[in-house]
Structures are given as structure tokens and as C-alpha cells.
């Protein structure tokens, strides 16, 4: 299994932890997760750097959450 691994530089309150072709989110229900796969490492540090550490609001899981809680992004 892959070691997975929390990065410090993001900022999203959803992002749990990674691994190198795996981001873990929050899930939508308690004790749960989503998990994004990428094709290659450099595809998620490409979708990490533009979303969970900067414009996290504009990610796709990010604004079903915060419809989910009635957040305006």
C-alpha cells in the first residue's frame, strides 16, 4: 500500500491526506472519504497546487461540501 502523507501547504478544510497519484478528501458523510486519482504524480501536484493550496473554493468537491453546508464559495 502506498505510504500516504498530509501535506502542510494546503489549505483546503477538506483535504485529509495524499499519496503520490492520490488526494484524500473529506467525505460527505461522518467517517468517511473521497479519494481523487490521478494518472501520474505530477498530475496531482499540478491539481494540488492550483486548487488545495490556493483556489481550493473552485475544486469540484470542495463546492459540493460547501453547498452541503449552505457556505457561499
Known amino acids: 500500500m502506498a505510504k500516504r502523507r498530509i501535506n502542510d501547504y494546503v489549505i483546503c478544510p477538506y483535504y485529509r491526506e495524499e499519496t503520490a497519484q492520490v488526494i484524500f478528501c473529506e467525505g460527505m458523510k461522518e467517517d468517511s472519504a473521497i479519494h481523487v486519482a490521478f ?20 475544486c469540484m468537491i470542495a463546492d459540493a461540501h460547501n453547498r452541503k453546508w449552505g457556505y457561499e464559495t
Open 39 to 58: 494518472a501520474t504524480p505530477e498530475d496531482r501536484k499540478e491539481h494540488e497546487n492550483q486548487y488545495c493550496k490556493q483556489c481550493w473554493g473552485k
